[in-house]
Structures are given as structure tokens and as C-alpha cells.
């Protein structure tokens, strides 16, 4: 791709909400999360006119993905519950859900398992911010849902390149583009106004140790990203199992032990799962 084809396929995916095929309540989101004032009550009010996005909201907070004791019933509750960051990622979760479905077959399978897996290995750690995590997990590919829909045909053959030469797709991307879809990521996100904590994550998840914000949570959804593609949850692109980056095992310090309970865990939250998001 030359260089100016790639600087025009860069605005586009920073303007993705200009794409006719946006769904209104994506971009009425996209507008809210842009604005830096938007506080945690004008999301509530946001969500609570709408009844889909009710329902829609309420089902991820109950789900496995977030793992609180007992059942959140009202919108407010679970925003307190989650706080700021945790609220921006969750509301473009359940509004790319059904753009994942439509763009790429199995992504969102792959990206809930992420985030499942993420928020396992957190607790593991006792980090701060499982939750955080999780939402980080969730998200980690939606650079794949942009180009997906910016160009469509072009994103397919380079998917179907990976499948031939048994390469990762990232690996595929970067050598049509000069960037990944983790770089894709982070650039419409960033130009979002989205948390740091939750662009960083998007951007590194192939790169962890290039994190400078939050390399632990990068940490964790680069090995969650691998453990459900190992485990053949759901689908994202290609069919390669990219090794774990040795000085990250080293860092969460993950033994045999505690993989086996991670893998435990994640198969029980994810059949406590199935059915909710359909
Ligand atoms: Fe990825
Ligand atoms: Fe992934």
C-alpha cells in the first residue's frame, strides 16, 4: 500500500462514523464518549432512554464477563458499580456486538472469551482492576471491525493470505498496511476520547512490553488473547496460535498450576455464558 493510500485508509478508520453502515445508536455513542465532559450520570440517562440498550447493558454487567456477587437490576447501580472507564468501554462493547457478528463470523465469540480469560487471570493476580481488564479484553480487536468495514474485500483477501501461508493476520497486516489492526485500534479509539488505560491494551496487545500505561493489563490480555485461540473459542482471522512472549510468562509468573485454574474457570464462565449474548 503506498503512502498515501495508507494515510487515507488511517482517516477513514479515525472517522469511522461517517461509514452509512454505522449503525445511529453506535454514533450517537461514538459523539458521547468524544465529548471530554460526558460524565457517569449522562451515560446513565443516555442508556436508560433507550430500552434495548437497557437490556443490553444489564446483561453484560450480570454476565461472567464482570463476575459481581448477586444481580445488578438498575442501569445506575451497575455505572457506580463499574466507574468511568470501565462505563465508556462497556457501552461500545455491547454496541460492537452486533458489528462483530456481521463484519467477521466468531469475532465476537473470540472476543468475549477474551475477555473472560482476562478477567480470570486478573483476579488470579490480584490486580486492581479486574474489571477493567475484562472490558480491555473485549475490545482488544475492534481495529479488526474497522478495517473490516473500510475495506471489506481487501481485509477478506488478506485473511484468506493468512489462512494459506499459515501466518498470523497481524503478521499479514503489517505487511500490506505498514500497520496492524492493534495500531487501527488504538488510533479511532484515541481519537475517541477513550480511556488510556483501555487504548493502551487495544494498541499493545501484540506488543505487551512496548505498554507504558498499563503493562500489566497488557500483560494479561496478550496471554488471554492466545490461551482462548489455543482453546479454539470463537475465531479472529486466522487459525495460528502466536507463541506467548517469553518475558510476559516470566512476568505474570503463570506456572502449570495456575494455567490449569485459569483454564477451569474459563470453561466454566464461559458455558455459565452461552446463550446470553445472542
Ligand atoms: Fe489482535
Ligand atoms: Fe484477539
Known amino acids: 500500500m503506498r503512502d498515501s493510500e495508507r494515510r487515507t485508509l488511517r482517516y477513514k478508520i479515525e472517522n469511522l462514523n461517517n461509514l452509512p453502515t454505522i449503525p445511529a445508536v453506535l454514533k450517537k455513542i461514538i459523539k458521547l464518549l468524544e465529548n471530554p465532559k460526558t460524565s457517569l450520570s449522562d ?3 443516555f442508556v436508560t432512554s433507550d430500552p434495548a440498550l437497557t437490556t443490553k447493558v444489564l446483561k453484560m454487567v450480570n454476565s461472567p464477563v464482570y463476575g459481581f456477587p448477586g444481580r445488578i437490576s438498575s442501569v445506575s447501580q451497575a455505572l457506580v458499580l ?23 463470523t466468531g469475532l465476537w465469540e473470540h472476543s468475549l472469551a477474551c475477555a473472560i480469560c482476562s478477567k480470570v487471570i486478573a483476579k488470579d493476580l490480584n490486580l486492581k482492576d479486574p474489571e477493567e481488564v475484562s472490558i480491555a479484553g473485549l475490545l482488544h480487536d475492534i481495529g479488526k471491525v474497522a478495517l473490516a468495514l473500510e475495506v471489506p474485500e481487501y481485509y477478506q483477501g488478506l ?22 489492526h492493534a495500531q487501527a485500534g488504538g488510533w479511532m479509539t484515541r481519537k475517541w476520547n477513550f480511556p488510556r488505560t483501555l487504548v493502551d491494551v487495544i494498541e499493545y496487545h501484540h ?15 496478550h496471554v488471554a488473547d492466545v490461551i482462548v485461540k ?9 487459525f495460528t496460535v502466536p507463541p506467548v512472549n517469553p518475558a510476559i510468562w516470566e512476568k505474570l509468573q503463570l506456572n502449570e498450576e495456575k494455567i490449569l485454574h485459569i483454564l477451569k474457570r474459563l470453561d466454566e464462565d464461559l458455558a455459565e455464558s452461552e446463550g446470553t449474548f445472542e
Do not use: W
Not at 91 to 97: D, I
Open 43 to 45: 451515560i446513565g440517562n
Open 82 to 104: 463499574l466507574g468511568l472507564n470501565v462505563t465508556k468501554g462497556l457501552l461500545l462493547g455491547v454496541s460492537v456486538f452486533e458489528l462483530m457478528h456481521k463484519t467477521m
Open 159 to 180: 485473511m484468506e493470505e493468512a489462512k494459506k501461508k499459515r501466518i498470523p493476520l497481524f503478521q499479514v497486516e503489517d505487511e500490506h498496511f505498514s500497520f496492524t
Open 207 to 221: 506488543s505487551p512490553s512496548l505498554s507504558k500505561v498499563v503493562p500489566d493489563h497488557c500483560a494479561v490480555v
Open 230 to 238: 489455543a482453546r479454539g473459542f470463537g475465531y479472529a482471522g486466522d
